[in-house]
Each structure stands twice: as C-alpha cells, then as structure tokens.
C-alpha cells in the first residue's frame, strides 16, 4: 500500500498567473505532487513522456527525467515541500 503525504506545491518565477502561488496536495512523492499541480492548471501545456521527460506544448523539455523534482515554468519552477 502506497503512503500520501501532503505537500505544498509553490511557483518561483516571473509568470503573474502564479505570484505567490502555493497549493496543497496528497501525493507519493514531491514529483507527483508536481505534476499533479501542473497538470490541473496547465493541462494543455504538458505532455509526460515514457522516459520521465515531461514536455510543453512546443516540444520543449521542462522537465528532465523522471527525478527532477520540479517543472520549469516561463522562466520558473514549480516545486514541492512536505507540509507540516
């Protein structure tokens, strides 16, 4: 059985969208909890790959592989923490 830990999903950047952006979520991991947040907001921006590599819409990487611990985001990133 998987363990959900609950995590806050934060955007550092220049996007004005996600000034002071900061969401919680239940996930497995900091990366899933990463794209789970991405995914809801930019769902027509992003494309996961088999290999870990998660895409944009214009066949940019903006994420690596499967170990990246964030998504690039218009000069940022969308990262995860543990929530207390």
Do not use: W
């Not at 809801?40 to 066949?59: A, V, W």
Request: glycine letters at 8%.
């Amino acid at each position: 059985m998987t363990t959900l830990n609950s995590y806050t999903v934060t955007y550092s950047g220049n996007n004005s969208r996600f000034a002071n952006f900061s969401e919680e979520v239940n996930a497995t991991s900091q990366r899933e909890a990463v794209e789970k947040i991405y995914g809801k907001y930019l769902d027509s921006n992003y494309f996961p790959q088999d290999d870990g590599i998660i895409k944009d819409c214009d066949g940019h990487t903006i994420c690596d592989d499967a170990h990246d611990l964030y998504i690039e985001h218009d000069g940022g990133y969308f990262y995860a923490e543990l929530s207390n």
